[in-house]
């Protein structure tokens, strides 16, 4: 017979959980996917720090593709309130209903005897104009209300207002979300929820203390290869090894922003697309701008190129 979940070491479970996100192309480390198994577990969300480009926006689509489950993303912004996270009702809608209400309102009050009946039949339809139908779910409402869960990513929450911050407190806790004319909504099923922060301001304890915390750093070197072997398997090997030494290298000089793994999953694409074999100085030049996203990054790291190529061909 199978062994049930149950009699599974949890170190097996999360080496499982590691080499299945793997399958879908994100490499995971072992903090990584010990974090994203406890925080199923606990049913606690996950809160991912780091610089941008590492990888924590990708961890919720790839969990949402491992699991089944949708994805549903709120991007936050400076500004970003209830009506855009939560829901709108449909105005239109309920206006339109209106007018029709207005039109058979004599059918409606038709045997009324006086002014408090004609009042308690008006109040009848009072919840008609807010309920669900008329809803209009955001995100947050969406993540609560999907049937079989999901997966609820809400992105770069460093830059909401701290006040959206303190109201999403009561969905991080209890999976559930107050509408004053509903009353409490609570999770169907419970979502698995990521939040990410690239770290431009610093997260309110309330917050903190309701999630499990992962910080992603830029990767080491022989990770950073694995990734990009997973992501562009078709770049050949010593120009991969050539390609990782470079942007590691890139990232111990002062720069605005440093090279993300993003950037260089990008840089490896282009140079599949332009038949390199190797990294010399002029097609490192004409595809810096791939790596490095400021004019004065690029003008610092020009007078270097041709000693960085050097270093990334002895490994460093």
């Known amino acids: 017979m199978p062994e049930s979940k149950d009699t599974i070491m949890p170190a097996d479970r999360i080496a499982a959980l590691s080499a299945a996100l793997n399958s879908t192309g994100y490499i995971a480390t072992d903090a990584i996917a010990t974090a994203v198994f406890l925080s199923q577990q606990l049913e606690k969300p996950l809160l991912i720090e780091g610089p941008p480009g590492v990888g924590k926006t990708e961890l919720a689509k790839a969990t949402a593709e491992l699991t089944g489950r949708p994805l549903i993303r709120l991007q936050c912004y400076e500004g970003l309130d209830e009506s855009k996270a939560l829901y709108e009702w449909k105005y239109g809608k309920q206006l339109l209903y209106t007018q029709v209400l207005k039109e058979k309102l004599g059918d409606l009050l038709d045997g009324a005897k006086g002014l408090k009946e004609s009042i308690a039949r008006l109040h009848e339809f009072d919840d008609t104009f807010f309920n669900e139908e008329f809803?209009?779910?955001?995100?947050?409402?969406?993540?609560?209300?999907?049937?079989?869960?999901?997966?609820?990513?809400?992105?770069?929450?460093?830059?909401?207002?701290?006040?959206?911050?303190?109201?999403?407190?009561?969905?991080?806790?209890?999976?559930?979300?107050?509408?004053?004319?509903?009353?409490?909504?609570?999770a169907r099923t419970t979502p698995i929820v990521f939040l990410t922060s690239n770290n431009t301001r610093e997260i309110g304890d309330a917050l903190k203390r309701r999630c499990?915390?992962?910080?992603?750093?830029?990767?080491?070197?022989?990770?950073e290869r694995r990734i990009v072997l997973a992501r562009v398997p078709e770049?050949?090997?010593s120009l991969r090894a050539q390609l990782v030494a470079f942007v590691q290298a890139l990232r111990t000089k002062d720069?605005?922003?440093?090279?993300?793994?993003?950037?260089?999953?990008?840089?490896?694409?282009?140079?599949?697309?332009?038949?390199?074999?190797?990294?010399?100085?002029?097609?490192?030049?004409?595809?810096?701008?791939?790596?490095?996203?400021?004019?004065?990054?690029i003008e610092t790291v020009e007078p270097e190129i041709g000693s960085l190529i050097i270093r990334s061909r002895t490994g460093g």
């Open 212 to 223: 499990l915390h992962l910080f992603i750093p830029f990767p080491d070197p022989a990770l």
């Open 135 to 186: 809803l209009e779910p955001r995100p947050l409402l969406k993540a609560l209300w999907a049937p079989h869960g999901a997966v609820l990513l809400i992105d770069e929450i460093d830059k909401s207002d701290t006040e959206f911050e303190a109201f999403l407190l009561e969905v991080l806790s209890d999976y559930q979300v107050s509408v004053p004319e509903l009353g409490t909504i609570k």
């Open 255 to 297: 720069l605005k922003k440093l090279p993300a793994v993003s950037e260089t999953i990008d840089w490896a694409r282009t140079l599949v697309l332009l038949h390199a074999r190797e990294l010399d100085a002029e097609l490192v030049r004409r595809t810096l701008n791939v790596l490095l996203k400021f004019q004065d990054d």
């Open 235 to 237: 770049l050949e090997a």
